[in-house]
C-alpha cells in the first residue's frame, strides 16, 4: 500500500470524529471518498496528508510513519489540495504554480532550469500556458481549479489528495475538472485520492469508492460493489434506484426520497 491509515483516531480537541478506522491507498488508483455530511471524509483526507495529526494510530505513507518524515520530504512526494484555497490578491497563475516548486528549494539550491521545466509542463498538463500571465482572480471557477491542481502538480509528486476539487463549480466546469483528474491518472500515472459529493460523478471517475458514515468505513470497492441501493440507503438515508450508467456503464445513483413510501388506502 502506498499510503495506509491504520486504527487511526481522529478528532478536534474535545470533539472525536474518526475512531479506529483503518484503510489502504494502492498505488496508481484514483480513489473517492464519499459519504454524508460530517461523517468524517476530509478529517481523514487531512490526517493522510499530513495536515492533521491523530490522537491514535499512525498513517503510513511508503510504510513509514508520515508524522515523523520531515515536512519537505513529504511535499516532495504528496501533493494536497485543500477544500476552497485561497491566494493572495493578484497572484498570476504562473506565480501560483511556481509555488508548488518551494519544497524543491533550499538556501544553497534556488530557483532553476528543472524550476522552469517543472512549471511550463504542468500549465501544458491543465491547459493554462495561453493563461500563465493572468490574475487568478480573473479566471472562471474551472480554471482557477485547474491552476490550483497545476501548482500541486508542478511539486513533481505522484501522489495526490484532493479535498472536494468540484465544489462550488456548475456541472460543465465539474466534467472538465474531473476529466483532468482521469487524464492525469491516465497519462502521467498520479495515484489521487479526492472527496466527493456527487455520488454519480464518483462513480465515474474513481476506480474504488470508500464509503463513509459516522467515522467509520462502512464499505470499500468497485463502484459496482460499493453504490448498491441497500448501501444507499444505509450509508445516506436515501431511497434510491441504481441502474447502469448509459454512457459509461459505472452506476447511476437515481432518488427516490428519504421517506418510506405511503402505504396505499385499501
Given at each position: 500500500?502506498?499510503?495506509?491509515?491504520v486504527d487511526v483516531r481522529l478528532g478536534y480537541g474535545?470533539?472525536?470524529?474518526?475512531?479506529?478506522?483503518?484503510?489502504?491507498?494502492?498505488?496508481?488508483?484514483?480513489?473517492?471518498?464519499?459519504?454524508?455530511?460530517?461523517?468524517?471524509?476530509?478529517?481523514?483526507?487531512?490526517?493522510?496528508?499530513?495536515?492533521?495529526?491523530?490522537?491514535?494510530?499512525?498513517?503510513?505513507?511508503?510504510?513509514?510513519?508520515?508524522?515523523?518524515?520531515?515536512?519537505?520530504?513529504?511535499?516532495?512526494?504528496?501533493?494536497?489540495?485543500?477544500?476552497?484555497?485561497?491566494?493572495?490578491?493578484?497572484?498570476t497563475v504562473a506565480d501560483l504554480v511556481a509555488r508548488?516548486?518551494?519544497?524543491?528549494?533550499?538556501?544553497?539550491?534556488?530557483?532553476?532550469?528543472?524550476?522552469?521545466?517543472?512549471?511550463?509542463?504542468?500549465?501544458?498538463?491543465?491547459?493554462?500556458?495561453?493563461?500563465?500571465?493572468?490574475?487568478?482572480?480573473?479566471?472562471?471557477?474551472?480554471?482557477?481549479?485547474?491552476?490550483?491542481?497545476?501548482?500541486?502538480?508542478?511539486?513533481?509528486?505522484?501522489?495526490?489528495?484532493?479535498?472536494?476539487?468540484?465544489?462550488?463549480?456548475?456541472?460543465?466546469?465539474?466534467?472538465?475538472?474531473?476529466?483532468?483528474?482521469?487524464?492525469?491518472?491516465?497519462?502521467?500515472?498520479?495515484?489521487?485520492?479526492?472527496v466527493l459529493h456527487d455520488l454519480n460523478l464518483a462513480?465515474?471517475?474513481?476506480?474504488?469508492?470508500?464509503?463513509?458514515?459516522?467515522?467509520?468505513?462502512?464499505?470499500?470497492?468497485?463502484?459496482?460493489?460499493?453504490?448498491?441501493?441497500?448501501?444507499?440507503?444505509?450509508?445516506?438515508?436515501?431511497?434510491?434506484?441504481?441502474?447502469?450508467?448509459?454512457?459509461?456503464?459505472?452506476?447511476?445513483?437515481?432518488?427516490?426520497?428519504?421517506?418510506?413510501?405511503?402505504?396505499?388506502?385499501?
Open positions: 500500500m502506498r499510503l495506509q491509515a474535545d470533539r472525536l470524529v474518526v475512531d479506529g478506522l483503518d484503510l489502504g491507498i494502492e498505488s496508481g488508483t484514483i480513489t473517492a471518498i464519499i459519504g454524508p455530511n460530517g461523517c468524517g471524509k476530509s478529517t481523514l483526507l487531512r490526517a493522510l496528508g499530513r495536515l492533521l495529526r491523530p490522537s491514535g494510530g499512525q498513517v503510513l505513507l511508503d510504510g513509514r510513519r508520515i508524522d515523523g518524515l520531515p515536512a519537505r520530504e513529504v511535499a516532495r512526494v504528496l501533493g494536497v489540495l485543500p477544500q476552497a484555497p485561497v491566494a493572495p490578491e493578484g497572484l508548488g516548486r518551494h519544497p524543491h528549494q533550499a538556501w544553497y539550491r534556488q530557483w532553476s532550469r528543472d524550476d522552469e521545466a517543472a512549471v511550463a509542463e504542468a500549465l501544458e498538463r491543465t491547459g493554462l500556458l495561453d493563461l500563465a500571465d493572468r490574475p487568478l482572480d480573473e479566471l472562471s471557477g474551472g480554471q482557477r481549479q485547474r491552476a490550483w491542481i497545476s501548482m500541486a502538480l508542478a511539486q513533481g509528486t505522484d501522489l495526490l489528495l484532493l479535498d472536494e476539487p468540484t465544489t462550488f463549480l456548475d456541472l460543465a466546469h465539474q466534467i472538465e475538472v474531473l476529466e483532468l483528474i482521469g487524464r492525469l491518472h491516465a497519462e502521467a500515472g498520479k495515484t489521487v485520492v479526492m462513480a465515474r471517475y474513481a476506480g474504488r469508492l470508500v464509503a463513509m458514515k459516522d467515522g467509520r468505513v462502512v464499505v470499500a470497492g468497485a463502484p459496482e460493489d460499493v453504490l448498491t441501493e441497500e448501501r444507499v440507503e444505509e450509508i445516506f438515508g436515501l431511497r434510491a434506484r441504481v441502474i447502469a450508467d448509459p454512457v459509461v456503464g459505472t452506476p447511476l445513483v437515481v432518488p427516490i426520497g428519504t421517506r418510506p413510501a405511503p402505504v396505499p388506502r385499501p
